[in-house]
């Protein structure tokens, strides 16, 4: 019991040290209370013309998904061909079933279009102007001749 002893003190630190940064950050975080004011994007005090850019599109991830799929296959495959001679019928059998798996893999990657990359599909635009009165709501007691609302003085 006692060479277990120093990963076990080590253990709980690690967890006392997470719970306490847990803590911490919930007791002395700021409180957020999102409004649509705070919520509405920013660039430098210029209301943007366009909406902010879309996710990327999930071709991306597919391809990085092939690119792993296959360098952890070139990876395992190195270690098998230089002990091939020892392993034998057992270890041609796993490799096969190994290569079978990551072939799926590929299949359902190019189902999926990973490597179709033709144009990109794009989204009509809303008819709505942006405008800072559309955008920022303005709090009561703001600066003097300006509304107080979110809408345009009458």
Partial sequence: MGE???ILVLIVLGLLFAG????ASALLGPRRRPTSAKVAPYEC???PDVEPPQRFPVRFYLVAMIFIIFDIEIV???PWAVIFRQLQTFG???VLVFAVVVFVTFLYLVSNGALDWGPAK?????DTKRTTSSTV???PGGP???PSSGHEAA
Avoid: D, K, Q
Avoid at 20 to 23: G, I, Y
């Fill in 92 to 94: 041609l059998v796993e």
């Fill in 76 to 78: 395992f495959l190195y």
């Fill in 122 to 126: 794009r989204l009509e635009r809303a």
């Fill in 137 to 139: 709501s303005r709090v």
């Fill in 45 to 47: 005090g210029i209301v």
């Fill in 144 to 146: 003097p001749g300006e």
């Fill in 4 to 6: 277990y002893l120093p």
């Fill in 20 to 23: 306490l940064s847990f803590a």
